[in-house]
């Protein structure tokens, strides 16, 4: 944008020197003075009763501390949305890994040694896996019998089903007359689609130290997505008050893809910190991380479309049961959002969503980049190009035709803003040039090229709150509470702190990471909020520093405040810049704020310190109908923070022989509202292609009746530079859709691109093979399995 | 003060059971992994070059790391206020104490066995001790030849005097016309007074640990009596930016009273830490807290006051001699300072004062409890005195006369505001029931009473800044960067948030000392500014953050904000206090800043956070005469913060035989402004009682050509209880005269009553035996000597 020096550029990231060298420090870096190490012992079985437990032997091991079962723990429970999961567990364990004990050793070779002579014996209990037969009427297995009974309306606002007992939650969308809009349709497309459960991998695993003080408050270091949701799930748990829980952020984090933020290590720690007074270390190994860090939900999704002839959408209903596992996490909230992923994009007169929540006996989900928005647009993404194969349409331009623009109303009511999709579109079209009909290639290889649609909400609400202190010797120090996941937030949060004074990021100093003293930051860096609202409190912050700085300048240089800007330290009159003053001696000019009373001598120390508060509010909805009053959308009320949008297009090879697909190149555009930093942005979505890839293809945690058979890289594939489309071949396109509340017009852009990837993968395997694939990993065997099928194998 | 439930409450100190039990943790306590110890070898000499230095036989102590000497040193000189002092001597030592050397060692008792093998080759000089006689025009020595020459009006503002060579710093006040004034008087009196050395005797020595990182960065941890002046002072020293040098208060403190303003420890610690790469923690013993931790400055005063027969003051010239010893030290501030302890009281048609800063060749001196102000009281207040007694005058009849009262304008050109000085001055006479005549006691004592007037200002410029943080849970936490240093000055800050949110001090937790996180204030726990200067930014923060909540409560309660008001955890409509919401319902509610998308589930844990930002600025004055400009002084312009007022009483036992004088009564009565905390102010004044009636009577930093002879407790006498009066024989009284600018009208009350306790006692000691005691302390051989010569002896 015209007249920005820092934001817009691709500053190199602030931390990239201490990544590089190894500087950086990670939870697992820190030692505390008498620290102990934590093990978790788990259930092998899927659903069994604990019918004794024999700590003794474990106990009378030398250097082992503590060791505690369920008997020690709360009887109460938690868990971010519906209160079911104990900190161990009391009676009934519940999947394959659910925690049933404890111990706190002097090393974590004792403490496994002590795992190892713990005596657990159960009673097992018949277990459900299915996500459709759990969802069915009298389910031959009931999850949790004893949940508390919500009714809509009520907090929490989860409504339960009751002829469906492992049915934790039901979200519903309904926008216009979804029966008569079949009607009216010229052809009706139906289909089920599903996905899988996938892990994260972040590659460094949960990891906490928990230090439970002398007082009754605790203090909790720990790799974090969010320090004040962790802040407020512990509260809630052990029954404290906000002042008596500090949550630390080790300063750096080895990734967090959604994974780090319901608590997984934490409640442990502090219950084995508690036991014994000293500091405790529980930190994850990978097949933890695979078994019980939370994987993506998995989906089946049933959606059936109603088109006119020429391709317009009359109709959609879609009913989606997401596969909560045994414990609910953040699944209901998801549940809530999914439907997110579904009104984004298109121009639906009729439409009418139902979201369940299910339990099973597998292992518990959480939130994953993407928050469900992957997994709805699976569905769609690949319906849309199904419904352009049976009319005969061109698959782009059937989107087209269907695209929101800015100023519609969308199927929840809101008037659309900042919606850069078509120039995405158009974009990822010209550059997959032209038609993505199959050609021949080479022996058993056969070419295909596909696109998708993607798109992230951003949630609200979203408060956050910074500080800015200005130092005499003009440098800034920022004080907010982005937790840095690996994504360098705090380098673009520094580029705005640096454009609003006019100077480098060299000058400014961030400061995050402690809940007892950065500001709030409502939900941390989830649902790719951070830039958007964390950012806007910087600039609130800025701003109101500026006005004090100039406050006193203007009574220095005789000129009015309004007239007045700075710029590399030196604040100046608009209408004559020669009339300037450098902020280091305003800050000891005997006018402001402390001039010491030597003068020069005593430095210039001041600080001026700034505020800024910003928050997200969103729109009041109809439970019933998640429908916003028209007269609230009309006043620019919104359900989510705002959208991010973004096309994928990717160019694959099938072997007709062995099914092996092959993504040859992809063609990514974002609108990210502005790039306050296009590099940075860039890096996102090729990040987001890497994970998109992965998930379309071969990530999967396989089960074998509740068991996760591949937890470890070894067995469970991520994407690696060798299966990378090469460099050269991924292509980045940015597009500007300023948001009207954005800092710069900015918009965050952290997930969208993990969206669309799935579906562009299957829609280019039909145009190179003519086999449409509805689940999800695309693998080999499967593919084999569908040419086959055609084949008439 | 009506309708106030929190403020005016003698609320017990927040840190009283830390304290009593050990719990509150001194610089001392703290250990960090591979800390080193250091120790400092000292100049025997009081003025010698260094011919030689030999360091390889400590450096071969096992355990000694490194070894550093003026050799290691930048050759930048520093000090607050004239660039005079090396961090080790260099060539020249210049007191019997300059520090030479350091070494860090493993532990205290290498450190000290290094020291012992450290070989000074040394070319003594002549030396000058004597105050007068370096103050003279071609002094036989010169203590400094190479001090940088400062212009008046230049930066920094130091006047020096060309032909008095050992001068480093001269201000003067001219008022009216004072020739004129003696020449309307009927009599002029004139005498010289002097008062001594004094050491602060905090139980806490001086103490730091500095941590040298390794990106050129500073982190101290110390016992400091302002945070961000020990900041400043080290960017200074080392050429660092304000972000590059972190200042960690030791959470508490053992006292202060001035000398814990000036760095000992910190620069030394940071050479140390600067070769060794690792934290070293450097402890002044008590031997060098008398020889190196600063002393009060010794004064020599000339007053020679013109009054008329009826008690009128019609002149006072004043000229005041103010020995520095080796480094000035913030002895120049003083120099300019102590003048306002002459201006506060009385009305003076005309008056001229001279203060001059004096090297000798002593150990250097630093603020003290009463910054110039107790020893200019000590000539003035012994003065009033004698001019009673010559004009036949009640002594406390002469002061009422010549009061300053509100609304009157002072010798500086001030405006006189928030003087509570008649109503001190009326409860203490009342109270010493009647006349302070002498009266016969039994055997060898003589019983007398005498009062005296004080007073001491609040220096400005200060800038305070406050954060306050409401969580959702209605619990406050301010965060300020008051130093505790014994005061309790955060139980006082914590009553005035629990004040403005209308709960209990319990519900608020207070957040202090790190230069890192906490917000400025810029000259910390000295001036006895921080109730009115903090306590102010708190409010303001409370009124920031009151008023965010308001807006938000307003729209749940269909209420205006201004209407609004806040009480136990509880926003209600004022003029219907039924309409009401709990902060903790506010902030769960779906209008709230973050509810949470499950409702209660989530807790409440948003936080609204207000910022205050307080500013006291000093009026423009005349550097030739200390006035302020009639204009600026009519819209309320004035050169100190304000003024705290109070009168002390006593009557003593003086035995004619042995010359022992004997306090048993005190009454010390103080305008406060506003009792915040009546308790509180009441135990500052027993301190200031206590801490005057050892200056009065025996303390004294000996000196033997430079050397102190009782660098200890068993040689310097401290007042302590076997000496103090009885308790019941102390008698406070509070007067309030509430400052507009105050908050609830509260001035500073911690240095006030040191001020006019000796010049008491000797009016007492006067008013027993009919000598006058003209110079500090009043030892019982001074005493004794004096009856001696009134007898002819």
Redesign the interface.
Known sequence: MAGHSVVGKSIIRLDALDKVTGKAKYCEDLKL?GMLYGKVLRSPYPHAHITSIDTSRAENISGVRAVITGRDVPEKRYG??V?DQHTLARRVVRYVGDPVAAVAADSVEVAERALGLLKVEYEKLPAIFDIEEAWEKNPPVIVHRDLPKYELGK????RLVPDRPNVCHLRMLRHGDVERGFKEADLIVENKFTTTRIQHCPFEPHGSIAQAESDGSLTIWAGRQSI?LA???L??LFDL???QVRVIASHYIGGGFGSKVTLYTEPIGVMLSMKTGRPVKLTFSREEMFSSGGTRIPFVIRIRDGVKKDGTLVARDMEMLLGMGAYAGSG??IT?NCIYGAVATYRIPNAKIDAYAVYTNEPPVTSFRGFGSSQVLWAIESQMDVIAEELGLDAVELRRKNLLEEGDTNITGEIVHSIGIRECLDKVAESLEGSPKSKMEGGPWRRGKGLALGNKYS?A???A?A?V?V???G?I?V?ESADEIGQGCHTVLAQIAAEEFGVSVDEV?M?WGDT??T??F??GSTSQRTTFNVGNAIRLACQDAKR?IFEIAAEKVHAQIQDMDIKDGAIYVRSDPSQRISVTELF?S??A???????????????I?G?G?W?T?PA?SDPETAQIPENVARMGGRLAGFFGYGVQGVEVLVNIETGEVKVEKVVAASDVGYPLNPKMCEQQIEGGVAMGIGSALWEEVALDKGKVVNPNFGNYKIVTSINMPKIENVKVFLVSAPHKEGPYGAKGTGETQMTPTAPAVANAIYNAVGVRIKDLPITRERVFRVLREKAGG
Chains 1, 2 share one sequence.
């Open positions: 003075p971010p949305s209160f907090f929490p606002p989860l004040f802040r407020q799930y509260c809630k008050l906000p002042s209901p909230l809530r949630m609400p979203t408060a709150v500080i202190k130092k005499g010797d440098t120090e004080h100093k400061v007892a003293f500001p709030y409502s939900r004090q000891t005997e006018r704020l402390s001039p010491g009373e030597f003068g020069d001598y005593v430095e210039p120390s001041a600080e310190l505020k508060v928050v509010r009041p």
